[in-house]
């Protein structure tokens, strides 16, 4: 009798489904988009949470790997003038440029002078010559084009493929705001189906477990990781550019380039590409005011010619412009606080007859204490004081953001929760690509099937639109990945059975 009726149940015509409410639909298209997204973009995502979680502790790290060229045995009591240690620095590099130096914090710190290397691009970086200031001696150099920490940002920050490695990496980061958002949406309709009592299919228990793992590690880092991106995406070369022409534009940056009647006028972020030695992100599009040369000093002193420029084309300094050491005593008094234990002072030398002196103040925590100025080379003259006085609300919300992204605005503290954050795009991606690979049937991809209703469709396509206008990289990508869809896979029988 058993046996009949398991037969009979066997051979019995499969049902039609019923039909499909709206709500079933919509969720279906947005399981769909969260389906493929994340199996595109998975890889990329997994690269620079594991990149971004090492160059969280790149401070620490450098100062243990390089301990031996940073500090001193024995302090210096008094220090040698910056000009001669920048000459002892070229000594070593006979015609090389300097790009910048950045004078010690402590009497027991070397003189870091950063010389031209051969390395272009958003992360340039060049040779770094450790100097004793009390003895104007070199102490080491260090190619920082080659070391591990470089190598590790080149990969996050472009994938060590130059422009096209950063649009990589910024769809990327785009397409993890959508899979955030629809991810969101699937936990809270599954949710809802639960709380109504509708049937939640069984699964096995491996699975089972893969699922919850990863719907904690989204609802519980969700937050967090939302940051991290957005926090990111203003290094990005085209989101990134967009915002500062944004803040550019509604006045929240002072000086404009309106300021200044010939266009071609260069923006402190043009100056260098060292991520050690260069503007904040809110000062890179500040126009740099020449210097004025008619005061300088044409009868042929040379006595600046120690002293190199940080551009390529030029070596030394003009006749008549003043030695580092002056410049830097000259704005000082400007200067509004940079305490030594907690900011490092950059001075970028200038670059031809109308360079200026550029000098930053980097402190290690809040960025409201960072500051740009600009000084005539020839005169001390500081001709722009850039800081957080003048910033924008965007500019500031920016740098605030850019500080905690990397993990130094509250010590120890930021940097765990940051690291906590890669830790869950890392779990994600893991559990999400290990969820699909068990569950997927053999020759064909998995995903979800299309919705049946176009108009659902179109409302979950006209949302997933406006996050395309927000976000251009990942509209552009939305449109090829339709075009790709309605004009290849839908039309080729076996590409339609392989992704549904």
């Given at each position: 009798?058993t046996?009949?009726?398991t ?6 015509p499969?049902p039609s489904?019923?039909p ?6 919509r969720?279906?298209v ?6 493929y ?7 990329v ?6 990149t ?5 502790f790149k401070e620490p ?5 390089y301990?031996d060229v940073r500090?001193?045995?024995?302090p210096?009591?008094?220090?040698r003038?910056?000009?001669e240690q920048i ?9 090389t440029?300097v790009?910048?130096?950045i004078?010690?914090?402590s009497?027991?710190r070397t003189?870091?002078v950063?010389l031209?290397?051969t390395?272009?691009?958003?992360f340039?970086?060049?040779?770094s010559?450790?100097?004793n200031?009390?003895t ?6 260090i ?8 190598v ?9 493929s130059?422009?096209a ?9 785009c397409?993890?705001?959508?899979l955030?958002a629809t991810?969101t ?5 599954g949710r809802?189906?639960r709380?109504?009592?509708?049937p939640v299919?069984?699964m096995?228990?491996g699975?089972a477990k ?11 880092g ?5 940051f ?5 995406l203003p ?6 550019d967009?915002?500062q022409?944004?803040?550019a534009?509604?006045g929240?940056?002072y000086?404009s380039a309106?300021?200044?009647?010939n ?5 402190s972020?043009?100056l260098?590409?060292?991520p050690?030695a260069k503007?904040p992100?809110a000062a890179e599009?500040?126009p740099v005011p ?9 009868s ?8 190199a ?15 580092v050491?002056n410049a830097l005593a000259?704005?000082r008094p400007?200067?509004?606080r ?8 950059k001075?970028?030398l ?5 360079g ?5 103040t980097d402190?290690?925590r809040?960025p ?6 600009h000084v005539?080379?020839y ?5 722009t004081?850039?800081g957080w006085?003048q910033y ?5 919300a920016?740098e605030?953001g850019?500080?905690?992204?990397e993990g130094r605005?509250y010590g120890?503290?930021?940097l765990l929760?940051m690291?906590?954050?890669c830790l869950t ?7 999400g690509?290990?969820?699909?690979w068990k569950r ?5 991809a998995?995903a ?15 949302i997933?639109?406006?996050l395309?206008l ?8 939305m449109?090829?990945v339709?075009?790709v869809?309605w004009l290849v896979?839908r039309r080729?029988p076996?590409?339609?059975r392989v992704?549904?």
């Amino acid at each position: 009798m058993t046996s009949v009726e398991t037969r009979a149940e066997a051979t019995a015509p499969v049902p039609s489904p019923p039909p499909t409410s709206s709500a079933s639909q919509r969720y279906r298209v947005v399981w769909r988009w969260h389906f493929y997204a994340g199996l595109f973009v998975a890889p990329v995502l997994l690269v620079l949470a594991i990149t971004g979680s090492i160059y969280l502790f790149k401070e620490p790290f450098e100062e243990w790997r390089y301990q031996d060229v940073r500090t001193l045995a024995e302090p210096a009591a008094t220090a040698r003038p910056l000009s001669e240690q920048i000459t002892a620095a070229q000594q070593l590099r006979p015609g090389t440029p300097v790009m910048s130096v950045i004078p010690p914090t402590s009497p027991d710190r070397t003189t870091r002078v950063i010389l031209q290397g051969t390395d272009t691009g958003p992360f340039a970086q060049g040779i770094s010559v450790y100097v004793n200031p009390g003895t104007a001696q070199v102490v080491g150099e260090i190619d920082d084009a080659a070391t591990f920490m470089r190598v590790v940002r080149t990969i996050h920050g472009e994938l060590m493929s130059g422009t096209a490695g950063d649009r990589v990496v910024e769809i990327a980061a785009c397409w993890a705001l959508i899979l955030a958002a629809t991810g969101t949406y699937l936990w809270w309709g599954g949710r809802r189906k639960r709380v109504k009592g509708a049937p939640v299919r069984k699964m096995r228990s491996g699975r089972a477990k893969l699922r919850r793992l990863h719907v904690t590690a989204g609802i519980g880092g969700g937050a967090v990781v939302l940051f991290l991106v957005l926090s990111g995406l203003p290094w990005s070369g085209v989101w990134g550019d967009g915002l500062q022409r944004i803040e550019a534009g509604t006045g929240s940056t002072y000086p404009s380039a309106d300021d200044y009647p010939n266009t071609s006028t260069p923006l402190s972020g043009d100056l260098s590409a060292n991520p050690d030695a260069k503007v904040p992100w809110a000062a890179e599009r500040l126009p740099v005011p020449p210097s004025d040369n008619t005061s300088g000093n044409t009868s042929g002193d040379t006595s600046g010619d120690a002293h190199a420029g940080h551009g390529a084309t030029h070596g030394v300094l003009q006749p008549g412009a003043l030695p580092v050491e002056n410049a830097l005593a000259a704005a000082r008094p400007a200067i509004r606080r940079c305490p030594p234990a907690e900011c490092d002072v950059k001075v970028l030398l200038p670059d031809g007859p109308e360079g200026v002196y550029t000098i930053v103040t980097d402190p290690r925590r809040d960025p409201a204490d960072a500051q740009t100025l600009h000084v005539d080379q020839y005169s001390g003259k500081v001709l722009t004081s850039y800081g957080w006085d003048q910033y924008g609300v965007l500019a500031k919300a920016v740098e605030q953001g850019v500080a905690l992204h990397e993990g130094r605005r509250y010590g120890v503290v930021n940097l765990l929760v940051m690291l906590g954050a890669c830790l869950t795009i890392i779990t994600l991606v893991v559990t999400g690509t290990w969820m699909w690979w068990k569950r997927r049937p053999r020759g064909r991809a998995g995903a979800p099937a299309r919705a049946t209703d176009r108009r659902t469709a179109y409302g979950v396509m006209a949302i997933m639109a406006v996050l395309g206008l927000l976000f251009p990289l990942a509209g552009v990508t939305m449109i090829v990945v339709l075009l790709v869809d309605w004009l290849v896979l839908r039309r080729i029988p076996k590409l339609a059975r392989v992704f549904g």
